[in-house]
Nanobody, 130 residues
Framework: QVQLVESGGGLVKAGGSLRLSCAAS????????MGWFRQAPGKEREFVVAVSRGSRYTAVADSVKGRFTISRDNAKNTVYLQMNSLRPEDTAVYYC???????????????????????WGKGTLVTVSS
């Protein structure tokens, strides 16, 4: 079992930045790919970014490319989401998730990640005002 706890959400003006953190418990963190997903009101959960267990590979949704960056610190069992140039359409609950085992193709996280990740946090709300 892995427990994931997100933090860092809040209210920010358009063009601003936020950094989300996800602290993981359990010994499998360093062997798991980690990802961030988000769900806006009335919409399906969607993939945002993912990183392989050793940070060699990343996957990024087109909607956040060039603005959001994922990173991880395996010594601290923590994964981060740096969000820059925020837009009102980035408003959502952001969820951290992990996938045991090896790295999957970027398309897998995009298409199947929202149902295929193994463990999920409870989410943190990000609100971007115009």
């Amino acid at each position: 079992q892995v427990q994931l706890v997100e933090s860092g959400g809040g209210l920010v003006k358009a063009g601003g930045s936020l950094r989300l953190s996800c602290a993981a418990s359990g010994r499998t963190f360093s062997s798991s790919a980690m990802g961030w997903f988000r769900q806006a009101p009335g919409k399906e959960r969607e993939f945002v970014v993912a990183v392989s267990r050793g940070s060699r590979y990343t996957a990024v949704a087109d909607s956040v490319k060039g603005r959001f960056t994922i990173s991880r610190d395996n010594a601290k069992n923590t994964v981060y989401l740096q969000m820059n140039s925020l837009r009102p359409e980035d408003t959502a609950v952001y969820y951290c998730a992990c996938k045991n085992g090896g790295w999957y193709a970027s398309s897998w996280y995009q298409d199947q990640g929202r149902t295929g990740m193994d463990f999920w946090g409870k989410g943190t709300l990000v609100t971007v005002s115009s």
